[in-house]
């Protein structure tokens, strides 16, 4: 069975960091794609970071040089680091594995921007 467990999620200021953090088991971790996906309220869920297999990364343009996506194989972990945050960086926040058309999620953690 597939289980993807995020954490890290938070209240935090304005200009602050979180780093996010997600732990996969039942999957060959190392030939999955992973990702970080986000919903906020009334709004669509949306790609904000994507790491291959072999390590080539996508941000969406909101996200460009405050957040940085990262994976260890070692430990089927996949993780966010994101800093200075916006109040438009709200939203749940999941995790994905994608394989051969295969998807995977999380359950969400929630990352909260406010003063």
């Known amino acids: 069975q597939v289980h993807l467990v995020e954490s890290g999620g938070g209240l935090v200021q304005p200009g602050g960091s979180l780093r996010l953090s997600c732990a996969a088991s039942g999957i060959s971790f190392s030939i999955y794609a992973m990702g970080w996906y986000r919903q906020a309220p009334g709004k669509q869920r949306e790609l904000v970071a994507f790491i291959t297999s072999d390590g080539r990364l996508n941000y969406v343009d909101s996200v460009m040089g405050r957040f940085t996506i990262s994976r260890d194989d070692a430990k089927n972990t996949v993780s966010l680091q994101m800093n200075s945050l916006k109040p438009e960086d709200t939203a749940v926040y999941y995790c994905?594995?994608?394989?051969?058309?295969?998807?995977?999620w999380g359950q969400g953690t929630q990352v909260t921007v406010s003063s």
């Open positions: 994905n594995a994608e394989w051969n058309f295969r998807h995977y």
